[in-house]
């Protein structure tokens, strides 16, 4: 889980969908963690076609309305330079998890075992969503929570 950071309304209500996915992350992770057991494969397809639909919704959120009120309130390069590597994360994100989406797809009915590579592929996806995430809650989210015009951007669009 997050470090739990005192964030004000507005920016709780804005920032909880990565409780959202540290579910899915933690989801994931038990799948992990039983393997290649037969059965897993139904309930590891639903999580990914899960993640899917929220994760663009989220990205999108975050790339319209977040890292623009970053960037316009706290202004420097080292925002800026952050703000791009969240961005590009977001891409990779998105792409590994279309592949994931193509992979569950295809697999075939009568073989409901998760491949060995398959695993070690999430374990990698899951990893890296967990860090992007906790980059975005523990060092991004509070700098912007602390700024009045960060928050007045996100009260406006909340409202």
């Known amino acids: 889980m997050f470090k739990r ?6 920016f709780l209500q804005i920032s909880k969908e990565h409780i959202i996915y540290q579910q899915y992350i933690n989801q994931l992770k038990d799948l992990i963690h039983d393997g290649t057991d037969a059965g897993n494969f139904d309930l590891l397809k639903k999580i990914v076609h899960n993640i899917k639909n929220d994760l663009l919704d989220h990205f999108q959120l975050e790339e319209l309305v977040l890292f623009p009120a970053a960037l316009l309130s706290l202004p420097s390069v080292a925002m800026a330079d952050q703000i791009l590597y969240l961005t590009r994360e977001h891409g990779a994100f998105e792409r590994d998890t279309e592949t994931l989406i193509q992979i569950v ?4 009915e009568d073989n409901p075992d998760i491949p060995q590579q398959l695993i070690d592929f999430l374990k990698t996806y899951t990893d890296n969503l967990d860090k992007h995430a906790r980059t975005e809650m523990e060092e991004l989210f509070p700098k912007m929570d602390a700024d009045k015009k960060c ?4 009260k406006d669009f909340i409202e």
């Open 105 to 108: 797809n295809c697999q075939p």
């Open 5 to 10: 950071k005192k964030f004000t309304d507005a």
């Open 151 to 154: 928050i007045a951007v996100i």
